[in-house]
């Protein structure tokens, strides 16, 4: 017989590797999600316009919210939320009380400036990745960038190397500096 696990809060990401930091978080911390009952949920499979229907769809009126989004994204998570009848005019501050936090650019630039970037390159160097982030960092289009600029770049190449290493950051970091929105969505739920 196949019991369905009863889901009490649904934790809306925008991708798989965020999926998998907040996953690989919460399992640093000690927290089972399954057995919480929170899901975390990657919208990526919808147009970024459609955030919107994401969050309405998946609130359903059961189930508590909490998020993560980037800022680029804050317009379409709050349209949602208001959609959703869970506030109207919300301010960030208004969109945190309800467990929704923001990543400056995206998660996996707020794990590299948590990280820096020596912590970083070590990570990618155990990964056998370090000559390939050399390889950028000699690219026109990248010389003379910030290095935090050239890793999310990096990150964001090679396939699934975003999800490969959502994990590998978590892990590397030190639990008394999470990200922010990372932390504080953990608190929350």
């Known amino acids: 017989m196949v019991v369905e696990r009863a889901v009490k809060t649904i934790v809306l990401v925008e991708g798989v590797s965020d999926q998998r ?3 690989a978080l919460a399992s ?7 057995a919480e009952g929170i899901a975390v949920v990657a919208t990526w499979a919808a147009p970024r316009t ?3 229907t994401w969050i309405v769809s998946a609130h359903g009126g059961s189930a508590g919210l909490a998020g993560l989004y980037d800022a680029a994204e804050e317009n379409d998570f709050r349209r949602g939320l208001e959609r959703a009848g869970l506030g109207s005019g919300l301010s960030r501050a208004g969109m945190e009380r309800l467990g929704f936090y923001v990543c400056v650019e ?5 794990l590299i400036r948590a990280l820096g970037v020596p ?3 070590r990570v990618a160097a ?5 000559g390939s982030f050399r390889t950028l ?11 935090e600029e050239q890793l999310r770049r990096f990150m964001g190449s090679g396939g699934s190397r975003k999800i490969r290493y959502a994990r590998l950051l978590v ?3 030190d639990l008394r500096k999470v990200p922010r929105p990372l932390d504080r969505l953990l608190d929350h739920v």
């Open 137 to 147: 960092q000699k690219q026109p289009a990248w010389l003379g960038r910030p290095p």
């Open 126 to 130: 155990a990964q056998g990745d370090l």
């Open 106 to 110: 995206d998660l996996e630039d707020e």
């Open 21 to 23: 930091a907040v996953e």
């Open 28 to 34: 640093r911390r000690g927290r089972h999600f399954d």
């Open 50 to 52: 459609s955030a919107v």
């Open 171 to 173: 892990d590397a970091l």
């Open 119 to 121: 912590a970083v390159e």
